[in-house]
């Protein structure tokens, strides 16, 4: 891991992510695969709406979580 702080994936926004937002489009990935974006406060429910309105949302987590659990396979 980069000693980096991770950012939100909003467009324009350069602040600390705190969320992280699991998905997969169905069309694209098998199911058990999570594609990832991070998020900050401000833009967390945005980013989810926006995947979930798709139906591409899987799970939210804190950055805090998805990074204990980072033995399990995921991508960004």
Do not use: Q, Y
């Not at 998905?23 to 694209?28: D, S």
């Not at 309105?53 to 399990?72: H, I, M, P, Q, Y």
Request: net charge negative.
């Amino acid at each position: 891991m980069s000693d980096e702080t991770p950012i939100c994936s909003a467009k324009g926004c350069r602040a600390a992510a705190v969320w992280v937002l699991a998905w997969n489009n169905p069309k694209l990935h098998t199911p058990e695969r999570r594609k990832t974006w991070l998020a900050c406060e401000e833009h967390r429910e945005h980013l989810s709406n926006f995947l979930g309105l798709r139906g591409f949302l899987k799970d939210v987590v804190t950055l805090e979580e998805w990074e204990k659990g980072a033995g399990s396979a995921s991508d960004g």
